[in-house]
């Protein structure tokens, strides 16, 4: 599908892009798919000094049309237990949150928050998990062997490690670190007022998840977009784009070669919200964070094939219009022929 230079997303997919070439760093790398410029596949190292140290975690970054003036969708592909897998996780800097996002973050901020939130509690907060420190542990050893569908061996992305003290390295201090310390605020604040406005509520959802088991589902709405109020519900099933005639699609294409937003739905074998600490026994866990990886991989197949297909409909969608303008054009000219016979 041909690329809109001048689309604004596609401009500013190009600057992160030469800002993470330009200034790597040792502890991520993440680039597009060559297929599709708004599907970023993200590598991050586990923050030092805590349980995840030692681990090699790979997500997706799905960017909206509207980026930089949209936050994006955040999804992880290797079991970490911190963050559910194969489905959309709510932080401060995802598509759950657009009343905190700012259009001059990027890509680099992204990862740099994310890397970050790994030691904090999940808040109860969708797709977040609060797993014991043994458990993540072993995850962080097994994550070095993971591989991605698309990207391989995800270990081999990273850069080697430099030095303490070099820039780009662990210990060097963010460019971005004064922002991310405000996003930590902003997540506790929100967490504090959803306890604050339905105190009931947040406890009956805290031990609803305490009792779930490692693998367990979360579902999602066909958009993708997961439901937690009924208001949510109601805002999802009125989101454009979900079906789109052939005059709507006329009028995108006219206006953008952006893609749609992307509509990837939550299969099995991802962990469900852990309001608690629910430390599974090591049997338990261990067969259930292979089942997770496996199915992982699976779903992430069946989400590529998904967007494959749409991305053959849109080019259909694209023949059907320039036909149907090369028509009008044929038609209008037919018009002004025979107007100048008559004068």
Known sequence: MPVNIKNPAIK???????????????????????????EWHFTIRGPPDTEFEGGVYHGRIILPPEYPFRPPDI??????????????????????????????????????ALISFFPSPSHGALGGLDWSAGERKRLAVESRKWKCYKCGLVADLLPELRPKGESGGASGRSSYADQIKELHKLKAKTADEVAAE?????AAAAAASDDREPGTTVSESPSGKIASTKKEAEVIAQAPGEKRGVIGAISEMAATTAPSSPRLRSGGGAPAEGGGDPTPSPANA??????????G???????????????????????????????????LVRKALRLAEVI
């Open 12 to 38: 500013r997919i190009h600057a992160d892009v030469r800002e993470l070439m330009k200034d790597p760093s040792d502890q991520y790398h993440a680039a597009p798919l060559e297929s599709n410029l708004f």
């Open 75 to 112: 999804m992880f592909n290797t079991p970490n237990g911190r963050f559910s897998t194969g489905m959309k996780i709510c932080l401060t800097i995802s598509s759950y949150h657009p009343e905190h996002w700012q259009p001059a973050w990027g890509i680099r901020l992204i990862l740099e």
């Open 198 to 202: 339905s105190p009931v509520a947040a």
């Open 286 to 295: 261990r067969g259930a964070s292979e089942v997770e990886g496996n199915q």
């Open 297 to 331: 991989q699976q779903q992430q197949q069946q989400q590529e094939s998904r967007e494959d297909d749409l991305g053959r409909e849109d080019d259909v969608l694209s023949f059907v219009a320039v036909a149907i303008a090369l028509a009008i054009v044929g038609i």
